[in-house]
């Protein structure tokens, strides 16, 4: 099975396990709403950094795709909202791989760094852009925090990684300040969790905080599945 295939599948299958799948009626997302609901997400993921993970300076590794662009920006906008730093946060548009080591060197001594890879980019793309970021955190030893967007989560993009690369493997086992957001779609709730790969296999340690989702973003989110 491809990764696109594997991707597709888990993110069905998430759907099912969370009774949100859409009916027949359901309409696809404008491009227009796609970005209102990266808004509403990115300013959730905004408030985890900087009030979960206690986060003043965040760096943000991403893809070039307008879609996560918007969900970018939209947690840039809560993170200077709410941090005292000058240098409150800082992006790297990741366009190949080979850009990820010098994107993380100019994170370095940032509190928090957050990998978002997901939007209009093949699932094939963001793996190997996840793989590269994961792969220069680790020959960094980045002691701050590591956030996995939903994107990178949900499809074990870093436990794949990690039981391909050793480096990574080892890096990752030992890091006890990963962080990721789920959606509890049938309660209307996005969940924060402290996440291990010790195992190696990822999985949620703690649920440190709960966002409520307010009718409209969870809206846009169940249409969007």
């Known amino acids: 099975m491809s990764l696109s295939d594997t991707m597709h599948a888990l993110a069905l299958g998430g759907a099912l396990l969370l009774g949100i799948a859409g009916g027949a009626s359901a309409q696809p997302l404008t491009l227009g709403e796609q970005f209102a609901l990266r808004g509403y997400t990115g300013a959730a993921m905004g408030q985890v950094l900087t009030g979960v993970v206690k986060a003043e300076r965040v760096g943000v590794l991403t893809n070039p795709s307008s879609i996560c662009a918007s969900l970018v920006g939209a947690i840039g906008g809560q993170v200077v909202a709410t941090s005292k730093a000058a240098d409150a946060f800082q992006v790297a548009a990741l366009s190949k791989p ?106 949620s340690v703690e649920v440190l905080h709960q966002v409520a989702m307010n009718p409209t973003w969870l809206d846009l989110f169940k249409r969007s599945i």
């Open 98 to 203: 080979e850009d990820a080591a010098a994107a993380v060197e100019a994170f370095n001594g940032r509190d928090a760094v957050a990998l978002i890879f997901g939007g209009q980019v093949p699932a094939e793309e963001n793996y190997a852009l996840t793989k590269a970021a994961l792969r220069a955190l680790a020959d960094a030893n980045y002691r701050g925090a590591l956030f996995l967007h939903l994107r990178v989560w949900v499809p074990k993009f870093a436990e794949k990684a990690a039981l391909e690369d050793p480096v990574i493997g080892k890096y990752l086992a030992a890091k006890e300040n990963i962080y990721t957001v789920t959606v509890d779609a049938a309660n209307g709730k996005a969940l924060v969790h402290r996440v291990s790969f010790a195992e190696p296999a990822q999985r």
